[in-house]
Each structure stands twice: as structure tokens, then as C-alpha cells.
């Protein structure tokens, strides 16, 4: 395989640093994890913070908590737990763009390109004679754009904020960092088929033949469903056996996919030239199709956002092989990381006499600080594989 040009626009020492880093308190934290008197010490400050936090909790409750956060070794616990809290609730929010988005891995941000082998080498074989001989085929790869990003951010807290009888901000901050975590990922996603003036032109356009402008009706869904089926494999020729499975739209447009897609007949007015007898079946509602609403398309669509809708195949299946289905954009993630990761900054100042800061891993400014880093990375793929409409037309 040739070796893939790198288009280096920043520090590859800065990058291969800041993995390197992530990866080494990966293996760090899961190493302290295996630690039974770690496992028993983390236990017993998970009891304290959960009923500090609890709907009964009492003086003495919250007492003993900011006492316990005055001891080194039970700052490390908390902010493991405030890990375990945002990873949990993270793995809790599965978000509905994984139905319509291949998920892959990376390990290497510098790269910008993606190779598939998609293409070619499956055409309808050739009839050989009894001693052959047996004709070569190949496949040919194609190259496709790929870029990747360091997605984080720091949330901070002061020792007096800590310390206050009201911290349901604390409390919360396992489920903001994982819903930025989760926010961050949706972005990724949608921007890889979404621009801010519509669909987006690398993977949509009118010489792909998928791309139209109808409102979304049943009769433009049945010319977009056409349109994606009629695509052929473009070295070979062959059919793709392509479908459509998703119908994704914005929060606007919910309500009239619903109305279509569950609507089990369809009308239409009669004319002098053409009497179409009334009703007609509905035969877009029988095809299979699931809505996905994104709520991010108005969001990045600054010009079409409530009014295009998208049509996608399933990445993960294909009617003819029952799997590797054909993607139209995959989001990828870093190796090794099942989630976002999760650091803490280690404490400024020690004690006089020796030992760790007693209040726990503070700036020198008395600040506690967490940050959250999730990379990601993505590339757009088979422009067969999706529809768009901007619905701008009449």
C-alpha cells in the first residue's frame, strides 16, 4: 500500500505530545483502578459524596463532605468519581446520528486522507473454459478526505466554592461534561453532511444526482428513493443494491414526516387531463423508512436549515451481503478511548513539612481544575449513499 501524504498545518510535536499525554493517564488511571485498597478507598468516598449529594442529606452529611475534601487522598477519589458520574452518563446518551453515521477509529490526527477499497472487482465473473485460463481482476481504492480535531475544555472551581453548602453546580458537572462531550460529537457529525449554506457541497450536488430542492412531500420522497436506487457501482457498473433507511430532518419538519410516513393513503385532485382515481396507497409509508430528527441541522444551516431533509442508507447493512453496508460519512474516534477522557490538574504547593496539599489538587490560585478532551475525526464518503433536498423549491 503507498504511503499517504501528510499535509502537516501544525506542531507535530505538539500533537504527538498531547496523544502521547492522553494515552499515558489512560493507562495510568486504569492501572490505579486495579488497586483493591484504591478500589475500597474510592468506595468509601463514592458513599460520602452520595449522600452529601442525596435527597436526605443532612448537616452532618454535608459536614463530613467538605471535611473529607480537605484530605488529599479523598480529592482524588471525588474527582475519580466525577469521571465514573460523566462517563456514565455519557455511555447513557446514545445519540440517534450513530443510525446514519459510520463509527470508526484513528490514531493519528496529522493524517488527511481515508483509503476504501470500495470499487470494482465485482462484476458478473467471466465464464472460463476447462483449462482456463482464469482472468485477473482487481480493486481499485479510492482516497477520500479526512480531517481530525482535539475537542476540550476546562471547568474550574474555587476552594470556597467547594466548600459552600450549595454545590448542585458540582453536582452537575458530570452531566455537563458529558453533554458536552455528546454536543461535541453531534456537531462533528452533522457538519460532515451539513454546511452553513445547505448540504453539504463535497458530498451533494446535481451531477451526483443527489441533490434536489422539493419541499418534502411523498412525491419528492419517491424521487429521492429513486434516485438512490438507480445508483451503480461507478468502476464496475454493477448495481449496489443501495436503499435508503433514514429519513433525517430537522425539529420543523418532524411533524410533516410523520404525517407521510404514517399515512397509509395519499390524494390527489382529478383533472380534465388526468383522472387519478381517489385515494392512492401510500406506497413511501410501506418502504421502511425511520425519521431521525437532528436537531443540529438549523443550527449549522444558517440558510436551508428548517426546511432540507436527508436521506441515508444504512452504514452497517447492505441487502446483499447482510453487512459492511455502504456509508455516506463515518465519524471516527481515537483508539483506546471508548469516551471522552477525563483529567484533573495536579495540585501547585505541598505541605511545609512534606506530604500533598491538604485541601486537595489546587492552583496556585486556589482553583480545582478539570479538563475534558475528546478527539474526534471524520471524512465524507459515498455520495450514493445519501439524498438531500434544500425543500426551497415549490
Known sequence: MQTMEVERTFSLESVQTDLRDVMQAVAAREGRHQSESYQRGLQEAAAIYARAIGPNATRTDMRVFRESLGQAEFASYFSDII??????????????????????????????????????????????????????????????????????????????????????????????????????????????????????????????????????????????????????????????????????????LELVAMEILQSLTMAYAATAASAVPLPTVNVVAKFGLEIVVNPWLPIIDNTSGDTAWYLFSDPNSNPLTGAGGLAAIELDFLRGLSGPLLLVKKAQFQQVGGGEDPRGPLSDMDVASWRVIHPLGGSRLFFEATYASTGAGS
Request: proline letters at 7%; glycine letters at 8%; hydrophobic letters at 35%.
Open 83 to 252: 469521571d465514573r458520574g460523566t462517563f456514565a452518563r455519557y455511555q447513557a446518551w446514545v445519540p440517534d446520528w450513530r443510525k446514519y453515521v459510520k463509527v470508526g477509529s484513528f490514531g493519528d490526527l496529522l493524517r488527511n486522507k481515508r483509503r476504501t477499497q470500495w470499487g470494482g472487482g465485482n462484476q458478473v465473473l467471466n465464464r472460463v473454459g476447462e483449462n482456463g485460463p482464469y482472468p485477473q481482476r482487481g480493486i481499485e481504492p479510492r482516497d477520500f478526505e479526512w480531517k481530525g480535531y482535539k475537542y476540550g475544555a476546562d471547568f474550574a472551581a474555587s476552594w470556597e466554592f467547594i466548600l459552600a453548602d450549595d454545590f448542585d453546580e458540582l453536582r452537575n458537572l458530570p452531566d455537563v461534561m458529558a453533554s458536552a462531550a455528546r454536543n461535541s460529537e453531534a456537531f462533528e457529525a452533522t457538519s460532515l453532511h451539513v454546511q452553513s449554506t445547505g448540504p453539504h457541497s463535497s458530498l451533494y450536488s446535481v451531477q451526483n444526482g443527489n441533490l434536489g430542492t422539493a419541499p418534502l412531500t411523498i412525491e419528492a420522497l419517491q424521487a429521492a428513493i429513486t434516485a438512490m436506487t438507480q445508483h451503480r457501482d461507478p468502476v464496475s457498473g454493477v448495481p449496489i443494491f443501495n436503499r435508503p433507511k433514514y429519513l433525517v430532518v430537522p425539529p420543523a
